[in-house]
């Protein structure tokens, strides 16, 4: 008897799966010819330096999008986490990467194409003195078309994005190793379904008062009808008591239905914890189900359908800065004497409250995502 061999085919990867690849070499390759080619020339000086970072901010934009879609068939597909949900933090890194190397590449390619002035007295004194010697280039001087400089608070606002991310991959690599307690949603599901119980026993007994004060009420209507002397006050207290017994089983009614609905979510609840569970992290079942509302909820199976605050805040804050810090960048890429600098470009300077601001939300993020939001076995 001869061993049959299975033979495992291996699923070739789509031409568009090179995609964004192939475009990054081309796009990169002509850009580099775009350099060496119009150095020297003036045509790359025809276009406003707020212009040309306005048309790289879009093509970044669209590259990062193209490269969403190809890899998680959405176009927001890079801010797709593991659970297959939108993350707050990649749209953070997203934004601030967007930012900051569109500006940079701007800045590079209005400097490198020749575009810096000469240096004034002052600074060709102090480097004749510092050099020892009467001509040199702007690089010997310490400076040059691609001396651009980042604020240190900057880099800390990029940081402290960038500790973010890592912290929340920390934490949640965490809580995929907890498993979630069935126990305790066994155990509320009991719960519900006893107050369902009890709210049916609640209409059973608000219904039978109901009859009984109908039939009062007719009882007294007829006598009213036959005549007596208490029989017209009779007849308006049966019917107050009739209205008030109809009040009381349309609420009992309300409290079953709300009672049913409860229960209802209390085994979903327990459903997702048993299907869409990945530790205590709430999973999409495919990218497709990503959406931007991810980006303000919950991550577990415990508050997954809840608001979170902190994300909301840190969300706004973020949006902000970053508007902020790009009119900024957009009102010295219009400042002709800081772009045309021999020595150097120093990118605009960012602000030490703005990054405290940042680290109190981060913090306050990161604590509230560290704390456990869904019961787990010891």
Request: charged fraction near 20%; glycine fraction near 6%.
């Amino acid at each position: 008897m001869t061993a049959e061999t299975t033979t495992v085919s291996v699923p070739r990867p789509k031409y568009r799966d090179y995609f964004p690849t192939i475009v990054t070499i081309i796009g990169g390759i002509l850009l580099v010819l775009w350099l060496i080619l119009g150095r020297g020339s003036q045509q790359i000086l025809a276009w406003d330096p707020v212009l040309l970072w306005f048309v790289l901010l879009a093509l970044l934009t669209v590259a990062l999008l193209v490269i969403g879609q190809v890899g998680n068939g959405q176009w927001l597909g890079v801010l797709i986490s593991p659970q297959f949900k939108m993350s707050l933090s990649r749209l953070q890194i997203v934004l601030w990467t967007l930012l900051v190397l569109s500006a940079y590449i701007t800045i590079a390619i209005h400097r490198l194409s020749g575009n810096l002035a000469t240096m004034d007295e002052a600074t060709l004194a102090a480097c004749k003195t510092k050099l020892g010697k009467a001509t040199f280039t702007p690089e010997e001087c310490g400076g040059g078309a691609i001396n651009i400089t980042f604020p240190s608070e900057l880099l800390v606002a990029m940081g402290i994005s960038a500790a973010s991310f890592a912290g929340t991959s920390i934490i949640q690599s965490n809580k995929k190793g907890k498993e979630v307690n069935l126990d305790a949603k066994g155990d509320r599901i009991a719960a519900e379904q006893e107050k369902v119980k009890k709210a049916m026993d609640d209409l059973e007994a608000a219904e039978t008062a109901l009859q009984k004060a109908r039939l009062n009420k007719e009882q007294t209507a007829a006598a009213a009808v036959a005549g007596g002397g208490e029989a017209d006050t009779l007849k308006a207290y049966a019917e107050k008591a009739y209205n008030k017994a109809a009040m009381e089983r349309e609420l009992a009614s309300a409290a079953v239905e709300n009672a049913k609905k409860d229960l209802e979510q209390t085994e979903k609840d327990k459903e997702n914890a048993e299907t869409e569970a990945e530790g205590l992290l709430h999973k999409n079942a495919k990218p497709s189900d990503a959406r931007f509302k991810n980006i303000f909820m919950g991550d577990e199976i415990g508050n997954f359908q809840l608001v979170d605050m902190s994300k909301v805040q840190m969300f706004f804050l973020t949006v902000v800065v970053v508007v902020i810090y790009g009119v900024a960048v957009a009102a010295s890429l219009h400042n002709a004497a800081v772009m045309k600098n021999p020595i150097a470009y120093n990118f605009p300077s960012f602000s030490d409250t703005l990054n405290s601001l940042m680290a109190i939300s981060h913090g306050t993020y990161l604590s509230v995502k560290s704390v456990d939001h869904t019961k787990s076995n010891p």
